[in-house]
Structure formats: structure tokens, C-alpha cells
């Protein structure tokens, strides 16, 4: 079993749709949570972190549930520009393992 | 947040031959990190690269194979020695910054490796 796992998708949708994807992980000692946002042909950037609380930042909210260990990112209003593959990254001692990717085509 | 430089940014190389990629940062850091991302794949660490020590490696790389060298703190290297069509690959390297006080990787703009 991967020590991370994502929904492999791909997920295509119109625009202005909602679309959440889902991560799971295995290792119960995980310190610290994040959900990257990777374009064709480029590096990967952060685009949120994970926070037990829960955390939005505009349309975008990302969730924490340690007791079920898993993650989830919700995309609302989707935009073209939102079309990217979404890296979930568990790290544990400064060490990040990531899952798979999600792709997200958004689709006028 | 960290600027990260690797260069070259992509080769084309022969089996059997060795690349050394150079990394970058624009700050001072304790740990750099090496991922590879094979295509259509996620990303896989490689090995932690500490300044003054030896580099730790992940289940399934060796230092044989994937020799680092970390001289300072801003700058490592990753050599892809005696090259197969297997290592055909995007490698990365990447630095821990802090995001609200979690860390958070940056990531270097990769270097695409083909092997024929």
C-alpha cells in the first residue's frame, strides 16, 4: 500500500462547478499536511497548507481529519485557470512523500 | 520563499554516461532534498542532502548511482551516473521554507533528463 494515496482521477468539469478531491495516508505520526498544485511541464508550488482546523482561502478549503487520516481539498466556482494536476504531500520529520496527482480539467 | 535555480534545465544523454545537475538557493538552508519525478508520476525522494555530511537516501537509491555533493548551504549537485533509458526523468531538487509556521517544499524549475 502506497503511504499516500489520491483519488487518480482525471476529474473534468464545466466551470463554476465544485469539485473536491481526496487523500489519504497511512503513516499515523504525519506532522504536517499540504496540497500542491503542479502545471504541465513545471515544478510543483504550494498551494495550501493543512491545518486541523480547517483552513479557506477564497475558493479553495482544504480539510484535516487525522482520525480517519485523510485530507481533502474543495474547489468551488471552478476556473479554466484552475485546469493542473493537485499534489496531496504528507511530511513527517521535514521529509514530504506525495501522492500520485489529481488531474483537473476545467472545461468552458 | 526560496529561489531555486537548476541548471542544465534539460539534456539529452547516451547510456552509459553520467549528468551532473546543479542546484541553486538564493538563501542559506540546512536541508536540500532530490526528487525525481518520472512522467506521469508522482514525485520520489531520492536522498537528503546536508551540508557537511554524507546524503541519506531512500529505499531504492544508492549513493553509487546517485552521488550528491552538498560544499555549502546554498548549492548541491546530483550526478546520474552510468545512465539507462530508465533514468529518463524530471529531477528536482527543493528546500524547506515555513507556510503559517508548517514547512512547507520549494521546488527548483527541474531538470528534464532524456536517455536514449
Known amino acids: 500500500r502506497k503511504e499516500v494515496e489520491q483519488d487518480p482521477g482525471p476529474f473534468n468539469v464545466p466551470e463554476g462547478a465544485t469539485v473536491a478531491f481526496n487523500c489519504t495516508y497511512s503513516n499515523s505520526a504525519s506532522q504536517s499536511f499540504f496540497w500542491y498544485r503542479q502545471d504541465c511541464r513545471k515544478e510543483p508550488k504550494l498551494l495550501m497548507s493543512?491545518?486541523?482546523s480547517g483552513n479557506e482561502d477564497g475558493r479553495f478549503t482544504a480539510q484535516l481529519n487525522r482520525a480517519s487520516q485523510y485530507i481533502s481539498l474543495l474547489i468551488r466556482d471552478s476556473k479554466l485557470s484552475d485546469s493542473a494536476t493537485y499534489l496531496c504531500a504528507v511530511a513527517n520529520a521535514g521529509k514530504s512523500t506525495f501522492g500520485d496527482g489529481t488531474t483537473l480539467t476545467v472545461k468552458p | 520563499s526560496a529561489v531555486i535555480s537548476q541548471k542544465p534545465s534539460r539534456d539529452i544523454c547516451q547510456r552509459g554516461t553520467s549528468l551532473t545537475i546543479q542546484c541553486q538557493v538564493d538563501?542559506?538552508?540546512?536541508?536540500m532534498f532530490w526528487y525525481r519525478q518520472q512522467p506521469g508520476q508522482s514525485l520520489t525522494l531520492i536522498a537528503t542532502a546536508n551540508q557537511g555530511s554524507e546524503a541519506t537516501y531512500e529505499s531504492g537509491f544508492v549513493i553509487d548511482k546517485f552521488p550528491i555533493s552538498r560544499p555549502n548551504l546554498t548549492f548541491s549537485t546530483l550526478t546520474v551516473s552510468n545512465m539507462s533509458p530508465e533514468d529518463s526523468s524530471i529531477y528536482l531538487c527543493s528546500v524547506e521554507g515555513l507556510a503559517g509556521g508548517y514547512n512547507e517544499q520549494f521546488f527548483g524549475p527541474g531538470t528534464r533528463l532524456t536517455v536514449l
Open positions: 493543512v491545518y486541523s
Open positions: 538563501s542559506q538552508v540546512t536541508m
